[in-house]
Structures are given as structure tokens and as C-alpha cells.
């Protein structure tokens, strides 16, 4: 087990939890299936089941009340919010985590490792503030301001080049957003962000315990952001951002164009926190809530219903890209 549990610390609760998910149900199962030696990555994986698990129970319980309480709009295609809830478990059950460990993350931990034995120092943010590693919520909050700032400049840089659209346009293509729409992304968009994310966690230092309450807590608030929820936050609407304020980002012909009709950008790319639009010009507050999608689906254009059909459209799609600027070039 792990030992005295400091009661000040959420982290010595939640590694207890997962000892006890682990030893109960995940160790078990895996030397029944012969896995025996991949006890460490299955440790691992108990720890995003049980966030997953705990995120789960937080959407349907509290989120969903608010849905229906204070809907923006009649839930109209039910298949599609559906095929979300698909989206939702295969990421906070932790499948896709799962195979990234086997696949991507490796590759990126060698890669570290590899730098580290170039002489590569050791950067640890937290060591930036003189006493900082003993206030473990200061530390939290240095870290998850970075990240944040990160995801805002990627989810921009999904916007921006042509060629990463078609895959971040799975995510927009949800013309009813709920709170299960945020994992409505496309596979290859999820692994190109889980990357980034891993490669700088090992950059700066970020202690493994803190790394998934980081990213567990801004994937509560980012489905609560897409929530179908009539609501902003008032005089307080800049300091996180709200379902009004992300609304306005999946917004027909605001939130994925700038100046014109077809021309990549838009509006509220933040993830948190609303003072990185506001910083570099992208914040848009509007009090409507508007219809939501992309444009081109009033003239027809089909993103698919299911699962798989909106991940071959998206690679179609990405194909069709590149093609047509190798011809270019």
C-alpha cells in the first residue's frame, strides 16, 4: 500500500484508491489474461480508469442536471449526441490512453531519455519559485497555467493551418453540443495533442500524481464548457471560460473563420482560462447563444454519423488537403 495519507492531500487519496482499484480488480484480471508483465503500464491505466470513472459520474450527476434545467436547445438528434457518449467513454475509460501507451508515449520517453544522456538539463518549473515543492496546490496551478497557455496556441494552430482542419473539424461538426461533445475528436488530432503534452510534462518536470489531476481537471471543465447550457459567468466571464463563451467558438461562421467565409481562425480559443484571447485578440463576448457547426454542412457537405464514418471522413478529408497542395507545389 502507500503508506500514512497525508488528509491535506487530494493526491495521497487518489493513490490510494488506485492501489486499491489495482489490487482488486486490474492485477487479477490481467495475470488471468497473461499480462503479468505489464503490471507497471497496467497501474498506470487504473489510474485514468478511475479519473475517467469519477469524471463520468461528475457529468451525469451534476452537468446533466444543468442540461436540463437550463437547456440552450431542444436536443433534436439524439443519434448524434449518441455517437458523442461513444467519443466520451473511449477516452475517460482510458482505451485511447491505453494505446498511446503502448505506442506514442514510449517513443517520446526514449526520445527525453536520449536528450538527457546529450546533456540536456533537467527543467523543472515548480523550482523557479524558492519553496514552491512544498505548497503542492502552487505548484498545481504553475503547472496547469502552462498548459494552458499550450493548448490555447495548439487549438489555434488546429484552426489556422489548412491541412490540421479536416481532422479538428470532427470536433466542430456536432451541430447539438452537449457535455459529452468535447471528446468528439478525431484519433490522429487526439495523439498529435497527447504528444505535445507528454513532451513537455517530461520537459518541465511535472510529477506523474500531478500530471493526471492536470489533466482531469481541465477535462471537466472542458465539457462543461460544451455543455448545452444557457450560461456565462457574469462580471467573472474572463477569468474561466463558460458555455456561452465556448458556444460562441463552435458558432456557424464565428468560431472556426476570420474575415470571410471559408478563411481559417475565429474566436475564444481558450481552453480555462479567457485572458489568452484577450491577450492576443481572438476573445469575442457575445450574450447570444447561436446555432453551432460549420458552414459548409447548411450546403450539404456530410462529416458522418457514427464513429467511424466521422474518422475515414476526416482522413478523406486530410487526404484531399494534401493532394491538393502537392499539386500546388
Not at 444543468?66 to 439524439?78: F, K, N
Not at 517513443?107 to 527543467?123: E, I, K, T, Y
Not at 490540421?164 to 468535447?182: F, G
Not at 477569468?239 to 460562441?248: G, I
Request: aromatic fraction near 12%.
Amino acid at each position: 500500500a502507500g503508506g500514512a495519507v497525508n488528509p491535506m492531500n487530494p493526491l495521497d487519496w487518489f493513490d490510494e484508491a488506485v492501489q486499491a482499484l489495482f489490487e482488486a480488480v486490474v492485477q487479477p484480471l490481467m495475470y488471468h489474461g497473461g499480462l503479468g508483465n505489464l503490471m507497471a503500464e497496467g497501474y498506470r491505466a487504473t489510474g485514468w480508469l478511475l479519473v475517467g470513472l469519477m469524471q463520468i459520474a461528475i457529468m451525469v450527476l451534476a452537468m446533466r442536471a444543468l442540461e436540463r434545467r437550463r437547456p440552450v436547445e431542444p436536443v433534436t438528434d439524439r443519434r448524434a449526441v449518441r455517437t458523442d457518449i461513444v467519443y466520451t467513454l473511449i477516452h475517460r475509460l482510458g482505451l485511447v490512453r491505453l494505446g498511446l501507451f503502448f505506442t506514442v508515449d514510449p517513443l517520446w520517453d526514449w526520445a527525453v531519455g536520449q536528450l538527457r544522456l546529450q546533456g540536456l538539463p533537467s527543467f523543472q518549473l515548480d523550482r523557479f519559485w524558492p519553496g514552491v515543492t512544498d505548497l503542492p496546490w502552487v505548484s498545481f496551478v504553475l503547472y496547469l497555467v502552462l498548459f494552458d497557455f499550450i493548448d490555447y496556441w495548439f487549438h489555434r494552430a488546429e484552426h489556422r493551418f489548412r491541412w490540421w482542419w479536416p481532422l479538428h473539424a470532427v470536433h466542430h461538426s456536432q451541430r447539438q453540443m452537449t457535455l459529452w461533445t468535447d471528446n468528439r475528436n478525431h484519433l490522429l488530432d487526439d495523439v498529435l495533442r497527447d504528444s505535445v503534452f507528454v513532451v513537455v510534462a517530461l520537459m518541465v518536470g511535472v510529477p506523474p500524481g500531478q500530471f493526471i489531476a492536470l489533466v482531469a481537471l481541465t477535462q471537466l471543465i472542458e465539457s462543461f464548457s460544451h455543455a448545452n447550457v444557457r450560461l456565462d459567468f457574469g462580471p467573472l466571464r474572463g477569468l474561466l471560460v463558460s458555455p456561452r463563451y465556448h458556444r460562441l467558438h463552435h458558432a456557424i461562421g464565428i468560431g472556426h473563420e476570420s474575415g470571410g467565409a471559408g478563411t481559417l481562425g475565429g474566436h475564444n480559443f481558450a481552453v480555462l482560462f479567457p485572458v489568452w484571447d484577450v491577450l492576443f485578440g481572438t476573445a469575442r463576448f457575445d450574450p447570444h447563444d447561436r446555432p453551432t457547426g460549420i458552414r459548409d454542412q447548411l450546403e450539404g457537405v456530410d462529416y458522418g454519423d457514427g464513429f467511424w464514418s466521422q474518422q475515414w471522413r476526416g482522413l478523406q478529408r486530410l487526404w484531399a488537403v494534401l493532394s491538393r497542395q502537392a499539386r500546388v507545389r
